[in-house]
């Protein structure tokens, strides 16, 4: 079974940054797509980004783009989300998830099978 676990989150102010890292194990070997997700209270849960297992390949939410990098390990099976220019706007839990199958960069959730629990960033202005 596929587990993912988040951390690196935290406060930080605006104009900041912060480096998530996501940890998987068990059965990575089949995973297609690691997604980055988040959800902000009071609202629903928002695609930020997500990168192909293979060969690395990307895609972002308009709203991070220039701002947020998403990369990957495969040796060690780590996946990260380098936040840089941090905005208020961007607090929120944010969690990983693996899409197994399927060879695009998928965006909605109900592509991804695997959740890690989230881990909170909180930006102030």
């Known amino acids: 079974q596929l587990q993912l676990v988040e951390s690196g989150g935290g406060l930080v102010q605006a104009g900041g940054s912060l480096r998530l890292s996501c940890a998987a194990s068990?059965?990575?070997?089949?995973?297609?797509?690691m997604g980055w997700f988040r959800q902000a209270p009071g609202k629903e849960r928002e695609f930020v980004g997500t990168i192909r297992w293979t060969d690395g390949g990307t895609r972002y939410v308009e709203s991070v783009k220039g701002r947020f990098t998403i990369s990957r390990d495969n040796v060690k099976n780590m996946v990260y989300l380098q936040m840089n220019s941090l905005k208020p706007e961007d607090t929120a839990v944010y969690y990983c998830?693996?899409?197994?199958?399927?060879?695009?960069?998928?965006?909605?959730?109900?592509?991804?099978?695997?959740w890690g629990k989230g881990t909170p960033v909180t930006v102030s202005s």
């Open positions: 068990g059965g990575t070997s089949t995973i297609s797509n």
């Open positions: 998830a693996a899409s197994r199958g399927g060879l695009g960069l998928p965006r909605e959730a109900y592509n991804y099978a695997y």
